[in-house]
């Protein structure tokens, strides 16, 4: 098993910059796919951005790419989430998650995934 703890959320303004960072503690980090997901009020849980086991593929929902940076130190057990030019439809809790069976076609399913955080709460103000 993995314990996932995110941390790194706040209210900002619209324009502004935020980073996430996800903790990992258990199982040897580089075993897992990391991803990050965004639940708003009212809505399902969305893909924002997952990273292979050794950083070499990324990929990003169309709403993020451009903006959003997701980069991993397997050295110190950590996941981050770099979130530039915020709009107020960023606004979510954001959790972390874990998938241990290797990257793929539907690593943007949260189905797909072993272990989650309990989420941080990131607000963009207009």
């Known amino acids: 098993q993995v314990q996932l703890v995110e941390s790194g959320g706040g209210l900002v303004q619209a324009g502004g910059s935020l980073r996430l960072s996800c903790a990992a503690s258990g199982r040897p980090f580089s075993k897992y796919t990391m991803g990050w997901f965004r639940q708003a009020p009212g809505k399902e849980r969305e893909f924002v951005a997952a990273i292979s086991r050794w950083s070499g593929i990324t990929d990003y929902a169309d709403s993020v790419k451009g903006r959003f940076t997701i980069f991993r130190d397997n050295a110190e057990n950590t996941v981050s989430l770099q979130m530039n030019s915020l709009k107020p439809e960023d606004t979510a809790v954001y959790y972390c998650?874990?998938?241990?069976?290797?990257?793929?076609?539907?690593?943007?399913?949260?189905?797909?995934?072993?272990?989650w955080g309990q989420g941080t709460q990131v607000t963009v103000s207009s």
């Open positions: 998650a874990a998938e241990s069976t290797g990257w793929g076609p539907t690593i943007f399913m949260a189905t797909e995934y072993d272990y």
